[in-house]
């Protein structure tokens, strides 16, 4: 991550760092010595060829199978000769994380537990459209988390480590390998995983070199070809790295804000301390992909007699005035052990017609996957970090 952090102040390096470094990913060899591919740039991939003898449009080459036609076998790389696949195989692997296990809602939402090759786990949900034929992926970013909010359920699991660029991406490739979504002969394969929201386990922005990445990756007109329009990147406000994500990735912004004061937000996202409310929309406002067309989205969970009072409603339309920005709120959804209950119906009805009569789209999100714990503030695993 240091790369990234090059123009921050010695104290935010110092900060950010501190979250970070400590928990990298594992290497891309195997045990067997052989390297992986996924999670590689064009560049890096390019590099890897010359080490083989190879020429560059190999690399070129290697992309469009593993990206687009989402191959991991070498031996079905048709465009490259055998003897070729064979060393290939020798010295490389196209992987995947493992489906350790995977449930369906009720809703049909999906929940995927990936298992990735140190043993570590990590969640991963699809949740289909309801009215149109397509839905959203929501990835994690790290194995647990540091910044115990107290209303989330994955805020209860310390920070393992940090996911590497090919389990990032990773979890994208094996949710469209579950959903038969690499393009077929034909080339009418349905697009239902149409969207990326980085909204699962971790903060993005404290492992910002790995996330930035993948989404590169994911973003490549000639592999996965998403547009930075259908990816989400959503943060509990680490402000000195909100402005390097709009200027390096262009994607879409969603800020986990859930109160509209200090002393209340200082308690529910803990991270408030070091980065208070009045920083926070102020990266908010300074943010450079946001539009009319591209609106900023504070996501506000509902929690009963806390943050839910039609006095929070008219302070979070002044805090965000003359922002492009919508207002997604969430019933709290409750996990086991949770302090919090969920704010009655009207009092949600209440909040929304004000933030909505301030001209600010307010829908209510209707919780997916609760019967699963694959809802927002839901995911958990059992992985631990390795000391």
Known sequence: MTDTILNLSASERERIL???????????????????????????????????GEKPFRAKQ??????????????????IARPLQERLAEHFVVGRPVIATQQTSVDDTHKFLFR?????????????????????????SQV???????????????????????????????????????????????????????MGMGEPLYNYANVAKAMRIVMDGEGIALSR????????????????AGDELGVNLAVSLHAVRD????????????????????ACRRYPAASNARR??????????????????HELVRLIAGIPAKVNLIPFNPWPGSAYETSTRAAIDRFARIVMDAGFASPIRDPRGRDILAACGQLRTESQRVR
């Open 116 to 140: 990735f090759r140190d043993g570590q786990e990590a969640e991963t949900v699809y949740i289909p459209d309801r009215f149109e034929d397509r839905g959203a992926v929501c990835i994690s």
């Open 229 to 244: 329009r259908r990816i989400t990147l959503s943060t509990s406000g680490v402000v000195p790295m909100m402005d390097r």
């Open 144 to 198: 647990g988390c540091t910044l115990s909010c107290r209303f989330c359920h994955t805020g209860t699991q310390k920070l393992a480590r940090n996911l590497g660029a090919a389990e990032i991406v990773g979890q994208f490739m094996a949710a469209r390998d579950a959903y038969g979504e690499w393009p077929s002969p034909r080339g009418d394969t349905p697009r239902l995983l149409s969207t990326i929201v980085l």
């Open 263 to 282: 002393d209340l937000r200082d308690e529910l996202v803990p991270l408030n301390r070091k980065y208070p409310i009045a920083e926070l929309i102020a």
């Open 62 to 79: 290697l992309w469009h199978w593993i990206y687009h036609q989402g191959a991991t076998d070498f031996s079905r790389m048709s465009s």
């Open 18 to 52: 501190a979250k970070s470094a400590l928990f990298d990913p594992p290497g891309i060899a195997l045990a067997d010595g052989r390297r992986e591919l996924v999670g590689l740039t064009r560049e890096e991939l390019a590099i890897e060829m010359a080490a083989i």
């Open 296 to 313: 900023i989205t504070f996501e506000y969970v509902m929690l009963k007699g806390v943050n839910d009072t039609e006095a929070d409603a």
